[in-house]
Nanobody, 121 residues
């Protein structure tokens, strides 16, 4: 059974940082592109970042460039999202997903349950 489990969310003040983790079981993450997207109730899902099977291929949405960094640790079979300089606009549920096609633009094969990120003073 394949599982993606996100962790690392929480409440943080504006300007603060969080590091999200996406740990996988049942698949080898390095064989998949892995992306993070976020969703706020009543709004459309937003793609945040993506890392290809080749870890040197990364993508960031314009609104997170320079603030967020995606990385993978193949030994841990996990992907991380380091989020710095957080603002209230970053408040959302963050999900990770795995894409066998190698492209986060496609539909994902596996997704997690999400982790809540709340940025508030």
């Amino acid at each position: 059974q394949v599982q993606l489990v996100e962790s690392g969310g929480g409440l943080v003040q504006p300007g603060g940082s969080l590091r999200l983790s996406c740990a996988a079981s049942g698949i080898t993450m390095s064989h998949y592109a892995t992306g993070w997207f976020r969703q706020v109730p009543g709004k459309e899902r937003e793609g945040v970042s993506c890392i290809g099977p080749n870890e040197f291929s990364t993508y960031y949405a314009t609104f997170v460039k320079g603030r967020f960094t995606i990385s993978r640790d193949n030994a841990k079979n996990a992907v991380f999202l380091q989020m710095n300089s957080l603002s209230p606009e970053d408040t959302a549920v963050y999900y990770c997903a795995a894409y066998s096609s190698g492209y986060c633009e496609h539909e994902y094969d596996y997704g997690g349950q999400g982790t809540q990120v709340t940025v508030s003073s």
